[in-house]
């Protein structure tokens, strides 16, 4: 991972230096292991503090929104999906931004590695395929493979869609990966185990909404959540309001879902999400063969009206 740290430091030094943007946008180490912080650098001199490594997790493309600017970013290949539904969305302009691609070969849940060791952990190295970890009394090293965010498991989308300076050769994409298969389960339950299922899957939500502030997607000025002119839900912990802001929040992101896997990162309860997303990215696959955020020039489906549409229900 050194190598991309220094090609990042060195693409942002320069493009801030030769004035073609006014900040770039990249990760810092954070203040507690396996947490790495989004940071801007407006100067050359600032971009000494970014980093790259397994545990860059949260999706950059977060903070282009409705920006002026001039910006470079890095982004890895999920990012890069979201800066692409940005620009169709028009929350940024294309000639605004300067694309620091990372292939990206995965980043890692951090609840996974406190699992596997079930102690404080003090530090984490990344070292190739494996992750070093340190605590007070004890050393152990795990394989990166093991403790993959369930989301970059699957992924098939590795490599920056769009850019414009890539730090490394490309990486091979993932092939043959079964992206559905916790959704197919879900799909196969009756009413009642299907109710049950997302009952025990919010039971702990406590409405915090980290997961809609990290996703790229949820940048409405007011949430409808946040509404109280009308108050379209409830602003309790009422199991009914916590399930109604997750069903519409999954609605709002169909078809520009990109699978990032930032609001499952962001959770701090570590609740799914993605198992609500999920399933419409999977219907959007199978009735329309749409993958969100791969290329600017066309419009997801849902934001698209054909005449000769032949769902009777659209005349
Ligand atoms: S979803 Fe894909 S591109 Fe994004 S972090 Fe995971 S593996 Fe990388
Ligand atoms: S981040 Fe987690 S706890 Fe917070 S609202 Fe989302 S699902 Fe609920
Ligand atoms: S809903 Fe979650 S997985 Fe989908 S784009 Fe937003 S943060 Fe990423």
Redesign the pocket.
């Known amino acids: 991972m050194s190598g991309y740290i220094d090609k990042i430091q060195k693409i942002s030094a320069q493009l801030l230096a030769d004035k073609k943007v006014d900040m770039v946008i990249g990760f810092r180490k954070g203040t507690m292991p396996m947490i790495n912080e989004p940071c801007t650098a407006k100067e050359p001199d600032d971009v000494g503090k970014f980093v790259w490594d397994s545990f860059c997790v949260m999706n950059l493309a977060n903070y282009l929104t409705n920006r002026k600017e001039k910006i470079g970013i890095v982004a890895k290949g999920c990012d890069s999906r979201n800066i692409v539904n940005h620009i169709i969305e028009n929350k940024i302009e294309r000639d605004q931004l300067t694309i620091i691609g990372v292939p990206c070969t995965g980043m890692i849940d951090k609840n996974k590695v406190y699992s596997t060791i079930g102690k404080d952990i003090i530090e984490v190295k990344e070292e190739d395929d494996n992750i070093l970890v340190k605590g007070r009394d004890f050393e152990k090293t795990i394989n990166k493979s093991d403790v993959l965010r369930d989301n970059c498991a699957i992924c098939i989308h590795r490599n920056p869609v769009i850019y414009d300076e890539l730090v490394s050769d490309k990486v091979e994409e993932q092939k043959d990966v079964d992206r559905y298969e916790d959704v197919r389960k879900i799909e196969a339950m009756g009413s009642d185990e299907k109710w049950n299922f997302f009952d025990n899957l ?1 039971a ?9 502030n990290a996703c790229p997607l949820c940048y409405c000025p007011t949430c409808f959540v946040d509404e109280s002119r009308p108050q379209w839900v409830g602003k309790s912990q009422d199991p009914t309001d ?1 399930k109604t ?2 069903l519409l929040r999954a609605y709002h992101c169909a078809g520009r879902c990109t699978d990032c896997g930032a ?1 499952v990162s ?4 570590g ?1 799914d ?1 993605r198992q609500f997303t999920k399933k419409l990215e999977k219907d959007c696959f199978d009735l329309y063969g749409w993958e969100a955020g791969l290329t600017i020039d066309k419009r997801p489906p849902l934001d698209t009206f054909k005449p000769d549409d032949p769902e009777d229900f659209i005349k």
Request: aromatic share 10%; charged share 15%; net charge positive.
């Open positions: 919010l702990e939500c406590i409405r915090c909404y980290a997961c809609r916590i802001f997750h609001c962001a959770c701090p309860m609740i999400v």
